[in-house]
C-alpha cells in the first residue's frame, strides 16, 4: 500500500489528510518484470516546474485533482481556514495528491517554499473524470510512521 499527504475537499473547505492507495501487484513490464507496481490512474500532461527558493503562493485550488511529486525541496501547506498544515520534504517521500478544485473548494490552500534552493515538482494531472481509489487513512498530514517501509 502507499501512503501520502492528500489535499482534499469538503463541506466547501480544503482538508489535509492522509489517504492510503493500493494494493501493488507485480509488474510484468519487460525490465521490471516481478518488481512491485500500483497504477497511478488515467494522466492527462505532466510539467516540471522549478520553484524559486522562499516562493510563497496565494491562496488557490489545484487546477483538477493532480499527483505532484517533489523530487528536491522543502513544502509548506496551509489552510485557510484551519491550523492544520503539511509539510513535504522533496525526494523519496515527496508525492502528494492535490484535490481540492474550486468546484469542491472556495478557499484553496497556501503553499510557501521556505528552503534556501530551488524546489522541482512534477505535477501530473488525472484526466477529467477519473476516480481515484483511495482509503482515509487519518486527517492531517501522513507523518513517518504512516509512510516508512516505502
Not at 126 to 145: P, S
Request: hydrophobic share 40%; glycine share 12%.
Amino acid at each position: 500500500m502507499l501512503n501520502l499527504t492528500a489535499i482534499g475537499a469538503a463541506h466547501g473547505e480544503s482538508t489535509i489528510e492522509c489517504w492510503q492507495l493500493g494494493p501493488f501487484t507485480s509488474a510484468s513490464i519487460p525490465g521490471i518484470v516481478g518488481a512491485q507496481t500500483l497504477l497511478l490512474g488515467d494522466m492527462a500532461s505532466a510539467n516540471y516546474t522549478v520553484i524559486p527558493p522562499r516562493f510563497d503562493s496565494e491562496p488557490h485550488n489545484a487546477p483538477a485533482v493532480q499527483l505532484v511529486f517533489f523530487i528536491s525541496g522543502l513544502i509548506h501547506v496551509t489552510l485557510p481556514n484551519s491550523t492544520d498544515e503539511a509539510w513535504i520534504h522533496g525526494g523519496k517521500y515527496g508525492l502528494i495528491i492535490a484535490a481540492d478544485t474550486a468546484e469542491r473548494s472556495a478557499h484553496g490552500h497556501f503553499t510557501t517554499y521556505p528552503g534556501n534552493e530551488a524546489t522541482v515538482s512534477l505535477v501530473v494531472p488525472l484526466r477529467e473524470g477519473y476516480r481515484l481509489k483511495y482509503r482515509l487513512l487519518h486527517g492531517g498530514a501522513c507523518g513517518w510512521e504512516d509512510m516508512e517501509g516505502l
